[in-house]
């Protein structure tokens, strides 16, 4: 399973603005619906923990 994402993250009205790009590629355990489900919700995980780094690292930022 791969997801590719293109996400930004703005900083107030007309603030920075950030356009990130995450790939996230996670094997499927197993054959079937199940599996897919699991590995999509794995890779998911992934490109919002790319952007939850963003957030904080956009946040501690004057």
């Known amino acids: 399973m ?3 994402a293109l996400w930004s993250v703005k900083r107030g009205a007309g603030g920075l ?5 995450s790939i996230a590629q ?7 619906y199940e599996a897919l489900v699991a590995a999509h919700g794995r ?3 992934t ?5 939850a780094r963003a957030l904080t ?5 004057p």
């Open 17 to 21: 603005v950030e356009k990130r790009h």
């Open 26 to 32: 996670e094997p499927a355990d197993g054959t079937g």
């Open 47 to 51: 490109i919002c923990k790319d952007m």
């Open 43 to 45: 890779a998911l995980a």
């Open 57 to 61: 690292t956009s946040m501690s930022q």
């Open 2 to 4: 791969t997801i590719e």
